[in-house]
């Protein structure tokens, strides 16, 4: 079935550790995105790449940094977690900026 | 700056009709979005108004007022599988969604 895969699905690491969350698509669309979801606030944009081989900051981008090699992968890396860092990720995409979004199943990240 | 408001939680009635409000100021207008998701899940796309109007699709209708900033989705003939939480988002000048926080939908037999 076409669609986001992310990996893993959730995820306890240790403060201070990094990691790379996973995330492909196979609907080779040109934008994607990194989200993540807190309870009582909106989804809140890490980090977003509008086609391969460019990225952009979102809202919350701080402690994270992402990479776009090619059209299909858009990982996301944590270089150094902190506890404020637990939350779930979600990772999208879109064929254009005005297309509805398509989310993966999302990584449950808790930082202990 | 932007801002989207929606309800935190409503709860209505198995075989009812539920109305979920959006307001939300924006410095241009691109569009709105509205988004289902069922706990523990991913959203999923349920619509898109950029014209001022209803749009209807099966038993979810999206209504739009660009002149008010206001948004309604219109839930009819409910099902328990319709609990979820509705989430509105619309574009900034970037085309980068802003989100609300959603409104959580407890639907009762």
């Known amino acids: 079935t076409a669609g986001i895969t992310q990996a893993p699905t959730s995820q306890i690491l240790a403060a201070g550790r990094s990691m790379t969350l996973r995330c492909t698509q196979d609907?080779?669309?040109?934008?994607m995105y990194w989200y993540r979801q807190d309870l009582g606030l909106g989804l809140r944009l890490i980090h977003y790449?509008?086609?391969?081989?460019?990225?952009g900051k979102g809202e919350v981008p701080d402690g994270y940094s992402v990479s776009r090699a090619n059209t299909d992968d858009f990982p996301l890396t944590l270089a150094s977690a902190v506890p404020s860092q637990t939350s779930v990720y979600f990772c999208?995409?879109?064929?254009?900026?005005?297309?509805?979004?398509?989310f993966g199943n999302g990584t449950r990240l808790t930082v202990t | 700056g932007q801002n989207i408001d929606q309800p935190t939680e409503m709860t209505a009635t198995e075989g009812a009709i539920v109305q979920i409000n959006c307001t939300y100021q924006?410095?241009?207008?691109?569009?709105l979005f509205w988004y289902q998701q069922h706990a523990g899940e991913a959203p999923t796309f349920l619509s898109y108004?950029?014209l001022d109007g209803l749009e209807e699709k099966g038993r979810f209708s999206s209504f739009l007022s660009r002149s008010k900033g206001y948004s309604y989705l219109l839930l009819k003939e409910l099902q328990m599988k319709d609990s979820a939480s509705y989430l509105c988002?619309?574009?900034?000048?970037?085309?980068?969604?802003?989100w609300g926080a959603g409104t959580k939908l407890i639907i009762k037999p």
């Open positions: 108004n950029v």
């Open positions: 988002a619309v574009p900034d000048s970037n085309y980068q969604l802003i």
């Open positions: 924006t410095s241009g207008f691109n569009g």
């Open positions: 999208a995409s879109s064929d254009s900026e005005k297309s509805p979004l398509h």
């Open positions: 790449s509008n086609t391969a081989g460019t990225t």
């Open positions: 609907m080779r669309h040109n934008a």
